[in-house]
């Protein structure tokens, strides 16, 4: 994003433009990789609880950790490519950068206006945020909805994903249109986990990853699931106790029956990436909003409880991979 006179800011006040060049510099410095993403969405939401898509974010962030250190764990090398491997770790990479770039800047600028006691929420085109947003966040402003606002967010990222990312031809031709993809994707081998430190883990299933409409609903089912009167404080506490490494070892140290670690921690394995920003859309202007999008209603659809079939996935898929490898 550009802050001079080539981006029109002539009409902003001195101010406002500087703070559209902080944000745009906070924004880079805690947007180099999942772990300090991770981090980044979790500090905000201790100190704006109010923003309960934040601590979300951190959540699922997390799992994008996980997934990027499978690839150089135990079990994928077995069965993967390393070109293949460093494909997948691009695409989640890819994800989790363009949603940060594109939430955190409303992030900081709802801290600004907080602090401000004025909303400031017409910058938000000069930060390339869609206009659907514009409008959700001027209605939270007045009428403080916080899981309305929590939904809207879901929506906007995965439309934000949608074009850039999950539609690519990049990413379309070398990992969505895969068997391999398509075989984790059918089988249910992937799940957005929610762990507590007594080794229970909460969450959903990913199927259907290519559909904007079921990840909306993924999204949707995770966040009635995290902020259920019962499970939340438990869920926190993991947060607040646990490191983000991206091992999966953050969560499996609490399992009764402790297990090695069978994959890396993220810093350890994978680089920073530079990413360049592509031209972005507004979503809103060319396809407008899917009422039942915005919906409150949840339906969940398996247990979510996963403890158990986790363990049994895991299990399943190690099985999967030796026997390949002894029809080598």
């Not at 150089?72 to 460093?86: A, F």
């Not at 539609?167 to 993809?181: G, L, P």
Request: hydrophobic share 40%; proline share 3%.
């Amino acid at each position: 994003m550009e802050t001079g006179a080539d981006a029109g800011t002539l009409d902003l006040t001195a101010e406002e433009v500087q703070i559209l060049f902080k944000i745009q510099s906070e924004t880079a410095r805690k947007n180099v990789d999942n772990v300090s993403r991770t981090s980044a969405y979790l500090d905000f939401y201790l100190q704006h609880p109010d923003i309960k898509w934040s601590f979300l974010a951190s959540m699922v962030s997390r799992n994008g950790g996980y997934s990027m250190c499978d690839l150089e764990g135990e079990w994928y090398p077995k069965v993967l490519k390393p070109s293949i491997r460093n494909r997948l770790f691009l695409t989640y990479e890819r994800a989790n950068w363009t949603i940060f770039h594109d939430a955190y800047p409303q992030l900081l600028l709802y801290e600004y206006s907080t602090q401000k006691k004025r909303k400031m929420f017409h910058l938000l085109p000069y930060l390339k945020v869609s206009s659907f947003m514009l409008r959700e966040w001027e209605q939270y402003w007045i009428h403080r909805d916080q899981k309305r606002l929590m939904t809207a967010l879901i929506v906007n990222e995965q439309n934000v994903i949608h074009r850039t990312v999950v539609e690519h031809h990049v990413y379309q031709k070398q990992v969505f249109d895969t068997f391999m993809f398509f075989f984790q994707d059918r089988l249910h081998f992937s799940a957005v986990l929610l762990p507590t430190i007594n080794g229970k883990l909460f969450g959903a299933s990913v199927n259907g990853f290519k559909n904007v409409h079921k990840r909306i609903d993924l999204g949707k089912r995770l966040a009635d699931i995290l902020f259920n009167p019962k499970l939340y404080p438990s869920f926190l506490e993991f947060a607040l106790l646990t490191e983000h490494t991206g091992s999966r070892n953050d969560y499996e140290q609490y399992f009764r029956e402790k297990t090695y670690r069978d994959t890396p921690y993220l810093r350890c394995i994978f680089p920073v990436v530079r990413h360049h920003e592509t031209a972005r859309e507004d979503w809103y202007q060319k396809q407008g909003l899917q009422k039942y999008w915005m919906e409150k209603k949840v339906c969940h659809k398996h247990p979510i409880d996963l403890t158990k079939w986790f363990v049994g996935k895991q299990q399943q898929f190690k099985t999967l991979v030796l026997l390949k490898q002894l029809m080598k």
